[in-house]
């Protein structure tokens, strides 16, 4: 097997952690609202973060929430906006 740069090694392990604190966050979203986790939010969570997957990587803010008018996930910038 060849072996793995560091940089990709790192790069791949900070990705899986950004997904693990996204999973944390939109379940306290979810939590306050007495929902759970199922197939299609899971999904919608990953296609999310593929979206938005600059803004995580380069740490530029924004997060994952509920929205409830759209009764959905959605990417919330900081500076008031969403996508």
């Given at each position: 097997m060849k072996r793995l740069s560091g940089d990709y090694i790192r790069g791949y392990?900070?990705?899986i952690k950004d997904i693990e604190d996204a999973f944390c966050c939109v379940?306290?979203?979810l939590s306050r609202r007495k929902m759970r986790?199922?197939?299609k939010l899971i999904v919608r969570l990953l296609e999310l973060f593929l979206r938005y997957r600059e803004n995580f990587r380069e740490n530029r803010g924004g997060f994952?929430?509920?929205n409830t008018k759209l009764n959905n996930l959605e990417f919330?910038?900081?500076d008031g906006g969403s996508r």
């Open positions: 392990t900070k990705a379940q306290e979203d986790w199922n197939y994952i929430r509920w919330f910038e900081g």
